[in-house]
């Protein structure tokens, strides 16, 4: 194994039965964490950067089994934030040196494509670069949202395996899921996936098959976290994924694709106080804190634990420095485009 892994450290490239074989073991778990950690280094120097995530709206017509925002949950307090305070929290973060901000939302149709338009060219004009996550659209919509500026589009697979995906996703098809994705590769948009790494019923080959998949869509980004149990979901009484898990796929990502942009997630977090610090030392080179501000940042509750505190976008912006700087990591101070 110690062969094979120095050998990928080189090529970038690994067989699925030696994915397989290291996601079944723990006993190559520090080699693994190690190669991952050097062509980091080699690829992305000790730079992190620092993308400010604004979770704009909580309202979702999906209905994914395993998320704390779905349209069945009927306890949680919906919320959309307006222009005016999306504008606000991208303003407060400029002043703080940000350059990428991140707008993330269910699947909400009030935020009609014009409408998502207007504030992208506003967010421009503070010359951010803009990263959309708001699910499943058409290839008409996404050409707009591109030609309004939208730089990056992030939409996880969650998952490769077909029954798999069905069995978690009602009323929607693994398909639409794949041709989103490779629209948003044709229009030219910085693309991100990942999946979501312990769901009931996932094996070490499912997800050896999704890592694959990352390197043949030639993922831009890569977002992958442990899946959490969320009250009022029909998974809530599921055995959640583990954060060794989560690492290890993290690092299996990073072999496979060197120089692309991988964030160290609230999820690991939620599982772990230093689960952000643990992911930037086995392949994550980005942060993601969350600035929706104070009445907001725990309304978010796609898990349990994925938030303990409200503070402010400057608090979290602050904390993402800490974690940085403790980690012997430096700060970028670009957009942080893959080719940078
Ligand atoms: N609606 C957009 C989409 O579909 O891409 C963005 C919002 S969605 C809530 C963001 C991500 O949250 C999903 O891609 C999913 O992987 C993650 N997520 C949802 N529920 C989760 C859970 N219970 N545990 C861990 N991650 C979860």
């Known amino acids: ?3 094979k892994l120095e050998k990928a450290i ?29 062509v980091r280094k080699q690829y992305k120097d000790d730079i992190v950067h620092i993308r400010g995530l604004i979770e704009f709206s909580n309202i979702c017509k999906q209905n994914c089994k ?14 959309r934030l307006d222009k005016e305070q999306i504008l606000s929290a991208a303003h407060q973060a400029v002043l ?34 803009v990263t959309l996550s708001i699910g499943e659209k058409s290839t008409e919509e996404y050409r707009a949202l591109k030609e309004a500026g939208a730089d990056r589009y992030l939409l996880r697979i969650e998952t490769t395996d077909r029954t798999l995906y069905e069995k978690m996703h009602p009323n929607m098809s693994i398909d639409n899921r794949l041709r989103c994705l ?3 590769k044709k229009l030219g948009y910085e ?36 899946f959490i149990p969320a009250p009022e979901t029909p998974l809530a009484g599921e055995k959640g994924g583990s954060l060794e898990l989560a690492l290890k796929v993290m690092a299996l990502t990073r072999l496979l694709l060197p120089d692309i942009n991988i964030p160290a997630t609230t999820a690991m977090e939620a599982l772990h106080p230093q689960g952000r610090t643990l992911a930037l030392n086995c392949g994550a080179n980005v942060v993601m804190p969350n600035i ?5 940042s725990n ?3 796609l898990y349990p634990g994925k938030s303990r505190l409200t503070v402010s976008p400057v608090q979290t912006i602050d904390y993402a420095e800490k974690i940085i700087q403790n980690a012997g990591r430096k700060t970028g101070t670009t957009k942080g485009f893959r080719n940078e």
């Not at 080189?10 to 190690?34: P, Q, R």
């Not at 693309?191 to 993922?219: M, N």
């Open 1 to 3: 194994m110690k062969n």
């Open 191 to 226: 693309t991100g996936t990942g999946c979501l790494v312990g769901l009931p019923g996932q094996s070490p080959e499912s997800l050896a098959r999704d890592i694959l998949f990352f390197k043949e869509l030639d993922a831009d980004m890569v977002g992958l976290g442990p």
């Open 66 to 79: 395993y998320c704390g925002i779905r349209r069945d949950c009927k306890n949680i307090d919906r919320y």
């Open 182 to 184: 490779r629209d948003l």
């Open 299 to 301: 309304k978010y509750a």
């Open 292 to 296: 929706s501000g104070c009445n907001y």
């Open 10 to 38: 080189l090529t970038h490239n690994l067989d699925e039965e030696t994915i397989i074989e290291l996601l079944s073991t723990g006993i190559y778990d520090d080699l693994l964490f190690k190669a991952a950690d050097f």
């Open 96 to 129: 703080k040196g940000i350059k990428t901000v991140v707008l993330q939302s269910g699947e909400d149709a009030y935020f009609t494509t014009d409408k998502m338009a207007e504030i992208i060219s506003a967010l421009k004009n503070l010359d951010l670069a």
